[in-house]
């Protein structure tokens, strides 16, 4: 079985500042990671993910992950936020193998809130 | 945006009536996912499919069943609806595995 801890449950930033939310995963196996994002009201969307190849990863709107295959973690950085980017962030895992039928174990998500 | 909607978005019911959310995408894929959302918990899958009457159980079944009769169309049904399934409920899709899965808009049922 596989699990994913999300150390934060609220994170508040001032708009421009640095910020990392925190996931932790645990699996046997090899595992793909997925950070979503949930704005309100709204279902989620990809913002990015870890299959293989480079740890760190990129999204097209500044955010990136490092895969940490040591510490179990995939941690999520964003070096300036925005107003914008306040929503709630969930880290997911899934079984790597060729019968998880890509299913995703979820963290208990973040929710970020950039102020002016 | 992919192709997936859901209904109803909102729903109201009574503990003991059985409830059918339904999942529409047209995008053909595969793979399709309920999964609920409640504060603390993230989100936690229900059951979901690898194809046309091929479903299996998720990590909290318990009191759901669904139905996939086509490709296009996944329903999830609460036989006696209770009051701890008053959720979000989300419909994923994707195409194959490793691959992103498209979120639903949500359904929100309230069990009073």
Redesign the interface.
Known sequence: AQS?T?LD?QVPVFEEAPVELRCNYSSSVSV?L?W?VQYPN?????LL?Y?SGSTLVESINGFEAEFNKSQTSFHLRKPSVHISDTAEY?CAV?D?G?T??????????TILTVHP | DAGITQSPRHKVTETGTPVTLRCHQTENHR?M?W?RQDP??????IH?S?GVKDT?K??VSDGYSVSRSKTEDFLLTLESATSSQTSVY?C?I?E??????Y????TRLTVT
Not at chain 1, 42 to 46: E, K, P
């Open positions: 994913v999300q449950s793909y997925f979503y709204q279902g989620l969307q990809l993910k299959l969930f899934s790597a060729g998880s039928y890509g299913k995703l174990t979820f963290g208990q998500g | 793979y996912y999964y603390g918990h993230g989100l936690r899958l979901y690898y299996d998720g990590e989300f994923a994707s194959a595995q490793g691959n992103e899965q979120f639903g808009p949500g």
